[in-house]
């Protein structure tokens, strides 16, 4: 199991530019999610996918879409970059609880680190 | 009203010594989760430990417990017997179990001291 993979690991976007980082899971989970970490402020979920078909925002979902393209795949797009997306981002998935008493367990990508000129 | 609170951001210890990073949460949600996350300087994410707000037991896993005390809110990370490669930033996390996000602390970068 490769767990959750993202691409790309690094990027590079002038102002303007759009782009789609791409998040998969081989781990079956039906929850998926987007963050960013930017220093000092830990890290702030921007969508989540409770299950395939649906999306919900997060708490800084402004200038980022997310389509969750089936049960393994969810991807975050910026459709016009700015300096203040500069972050690196992670994608994570959940695993569902053992019982009604437990929560999920999230694991997390390896992140991508995106620098917006 | 934060969800997670971490209210050291640096700490330091001697190798070998134990460590408690701090954390308390706040929630009225009689079922929730939390979570210790790892991030060293390589960047990634590495799940440590859960702790149900129904188990009866402290969490433990190889050297690092969960100090969990319900009443105060709290869920402080115990790690034993210090290694120069427990040195990196640490989240903890919560999760109720009525919503779907999970919510982070802003983390503790703990330093090992050879």
């Known amino acids: 199991n490769a767990g959750v993979t993202q691409t790309p690991k690094f990027q590079v976007l002038k102002t303007g530019q759009s782009m789609t980082l791409q998040c998969a899971q081989d781990?079956?989970?039906?929850?998926m999610y987007w963050y960013r970490q930017d220093p000092g402020m830990g890290l702030r979920l921007i969508y989540y996918?409770?299950?395939?078909?649906?999306?919900d925002k997060g708490e800084v979902p402004n200038g980022y879409n997310v389509s969750r393209l089936n049960k393994r795949e969810f991807s975050l797009r910026l459709e016009s970059a700015a300096p203040s997306q500069t972050s690196v981002y992670f994608c994570?998935?959940?695993?569902?609880?053992?019982?009604?008493?437990?929560?999920?367990?999230?694991?997390f990508g390896p992140g991508t680190r995106l620098t917006v000129l | 009203a934060q969800k997670i609170t971490q209210t050291q951001p640096g700490m330091f210890v001697q190798e070998k010594e134990a460590v408690t990073l701090d954390c308390t949460y706040d929630?009225?949600?009689?079922?929730?989760?939390l979570f210790w996350y790892k991030q060293p300087s390589s960047g990634e994410m590495i799940f440590l430990i859960y702790?149900?707000?129904?188990?009866?037991q402290n969490a433990t896993e190889g050297r690092y417990s969960l100090n969990f005390q319900k009443a105060r809110k709290s869920a402080n990370l115990v790690i034993s017997a210090s290694q120069l490669g427990d040195s990196a930033m640490y989240f903890c996390?919560?999760?109720?179990?009525?919503?779907?996000?999970?919510?982070f602390g802003t983390g503790t970068s703990l330093t090992v001291i050879p």
């Open positions: 994570a998935s959940s695993e569902p609880p053992l019982s009604s008493y437990r929560t999920d367990t999230q694991y």
């Open positions: 781990m079956n989970h039906n929850s």
């Open positions: 996918s409770a299950s395939e078909g649906t999306t």
């Open positions: 929630t009225s949600d009689p079922s929730y989760g």
């Open positions: 702790q149900g707000s129904y188990d009866q």
């Open positions: 996390a919560m999760r109720e179990n009525t919503g779907n996000q999970f919510y």
